[in-house]
């Protein structure tokens, strides 16, 4: 059984910095896309940022600010959120993807629990 676990969420300021990990278990993923999602209250999941082996691929809304790695030795994931503005305040979900639409959460067959993020301006 996969299992993704997060961590690193927290409060920080506006313009401040912050490393999100996803743990991985339960099966080899080095060959799947592992990627970030977001979502705020009320609103939509939203893509953050997903990679397989030597390709990585951003949303608009965070391109230039972050910058997301994986280390499959540890099956862990991360994510490296510089510049932060109080709308990237949301719950960050860690997922796996076979492949597909790795833009679109459909894509994704395994996800984490979430780490909340906040941003105070």
């Known amino acids: 059984q996969v299992q993704l676990v997060e961590s690193g969420g927290g409060l920080v300021q506006a313009g401040g910095s912050l490393r999100l990990s996803c743990a991985a278990s339960g099966r080899d993923l080095s060959n799947y896309f592992m990627g970030w999602f977001r979502q705020a209250p009320g609103k939509e999941r939203e893509f953050v940022a997903t990679s397989r082996w030597t390709d990585s691929y951003y949303g608009d809304s965070v391109k230039g600010r972050a910058t997301i790695s994986r280390d499959n030795a540890k099956n862990t994931l991360y994510l490296q959120m510089n510049s932060l503005k109080p709308e990237d305040a949301a719950v960050y979900f860690c997922?796996?993807?076979?492949?597909?639409?790795?833009?679109?959460?459909?894509?994704?067959?395994?996800w984490g629990q979430g780490t909340q993020v906040t941003v105070s301006s």
């Open positions: 997922a796996a993807a076979p492949g597909g639409a790795i833009r679109s959460d459909h894509a994704y067959a395994y």
